[in-house]
């Protein structure tokens, strides 16, 4: 397969982790013989430096004529120091996901076997959870109506029928190929957007008869995601809940840097690590790549290349089993970097059953080839 990829490293550890999930994808490209082309380009913060905009005309370009977008993250401290200021970095992952109608985010959330230890909640909680999450993202209160002054300031969160069917049939979808249920997140009791939304997927249920859909408050369940995450198969949810409660999701899994995510349109996809730039930890080799190189095999899922993103996971479950891993993570070993996560990941794809052997080259920063 050919695939044209526009890979938008953004800002803080942005770069360093899209360049292992790109190390990755070249690796399965060669392994499968596939032809992956990467085109980079500014957004956010790198981007207003250069440019005095967040997503210039050439980025728009480059990800218009690609297949898919690899995204890093977004952000930088000095942009936020002024509330009145109107050009931040951040509206240029908001001004991709309208211009190429990224409606649906997916966002998986796994507590892995081998993190289980890793995560502040107790292992009787969280052990066995597979989350999947819904979030609409193209809608809503990040997108509505702003004021602000001094004195005053809202921001409006408005939903269309339309934009809530979509993602819904979507989400229900989704739920047929699991556990098939589906728990509808709002504050129905309170708001007039929600109380559309529960309108509009009750409605839908009635053509999932096999799906069992629940509905819960946003503060119930943002205290049940703590208390009792297997409860939830897949979660569908507005907006700004969606991105609450999957950076809440990110303390069953261990670290955020193991959440990633898929942006999903009619004729554009873009995959993304959720969190965010951490700028205090740039160039310091400690940005954990998981979330990054996950969003890879997310991406390859996206073009129906199974057997190669599954290879991409099973990478990473070896990582986590021998400690290869970012020190969020990591206690047992104290020079594992960010780029020799990519490095073991990327010779696991080449050498699956070595992996064990150049284990000791990845930890003496050797070469990992033998």
Partial sequence: MKLNIAVLPGDGIGPEVTAQAVKVLKAIAMEYNHVFTFNNALVGASAMDATGIPLPEETISICDKADAILFGAIGHPKYDDDPSATVRPEQGLLGLRKTFDLYTNIRPVIAYEDLLNKSSLKIKQIKGTNILIYRELASGIYFGEKNFSNDEASDVCAYKR????????????????????LTLVDKANVLASSRLWRTVVNEIASEYPDVTLDCMYIDNAAMELIINPCQFDVILTENMFGDILSEEASVIVGSIGLLASASIGNKHAMFEPIHGAYTKATNKGIANPIASILSAAMLLDHFGLYDEAALIREGVDKSLKLHITTPDLNTKYDNISTSKVGDFIEDFINNPDETNLNFTNIHLGQSTII
Avoid at 169 to 175: E, G, I, N, V
């Fill in 162 to 181: 339309t934009e809530i069917e979509r993602i819904a049939h979507l989400a229900f979808k989704a739920a047929q190929g699991r556990k098939r249920k």
